[in-house]
């Protein structure tokens, strides 16, 4: 468990890392800018998790793979930008598959931490969208979250087949493929079709409200 927890983590790390920093190559940010982009997408989910579950001190911090991993993301998206962006949704594609194997990472270390199953379940869906939503802070927008087709939903329904399996005694391995096959399906597909969760109803005046009059 251990050992499927670490390589799922480290891959979904440096994909998330290739999503920071090509955003940041994209609104022209210094090589800085980039690799602190690239941090913030790929580790910011992860020390959230391990702060919440009492995992101290964080895995980003006291394990050197993670911090060179997004390092080394940055740079090869900084110097080789050109090639990623070849891709089709470069960014959004690299956000599904970091979306989608952390959520199944933060499932399963919150398990192993003696997290009941539907808040293991809550903590990997932090863990996904937790980066995302560091990156665009940074980028002074609104996070992806809570404007984008089926993210936090996506996150949440990979994360769930993992605590299903772990709660009905299932290996861990196939419940993994799974949970991370069907958030990046959802949000996928949700990209394609335009799935989105209902929006509130907006005034057909944009002009704010009155206050009281003295």
């Not at 090869?76 to 979306?99: C, H, K, S």
């Not at 299932?170 to 069907?182: D, F, K, Q, R, V």
């Amino acid at each position: 468990m251990n050992t499927l927890v670490l390589i799922l983590d480290l891959i979904g790390t440096f994909v998330f890392a290739l999503s920071g920093a090509t955003m940041g190559v994209r609104r022209r940010l210094d090589i800085f800018g980039v690799l602190v982009l690239s941090f913030a997408a790929a580790l910011a989910g992860g020390i959230t998790r391990d702060l919440l579950i009492g995992a101290t001190p964080v895995a980003a911090i006291s394990d050197w793979r993670y911090p060179a991993i997004t390092l080394a993301a940055g740079v090869v998206t900084f110097f080789w930008a050109p090639l990623i962006e070849r891709m089709q949704y470069p960014v959004r594609m690299f956000d599904a598959m970091g979306l989608a194997l952390f959520a199944v990472a933060g499932t399963q270390k919150a398990l192993s931490y003696g997290i009941d199953p539907p808040m293991a379940a809550a903590l990997g869906m932090l863990t996904g969208i937790g980066g995302g939503i560091a990156r665009d802070v940074l980028l002074a927008q609104v996070p992806l979250v809570l404007q984008a087709e089926l993210y936090a939903v996506a996150a949440l329904a990979g994360a769930s087949i993992v605590a299903i399996g772990y709660w009905l005694g299932l290996p861990p391995l196939p419940c993994a493929l799974a949970g991370a096959g069907l958030c990046f399906g959802l949000r996928m597909m949700a990209m394609h079709f335009g799935w989105h969760l209902p929006v509130a109803l907006q005034s057909s005046d944009p002009s704010p409200p009155e206050g009281p009059r003295s």
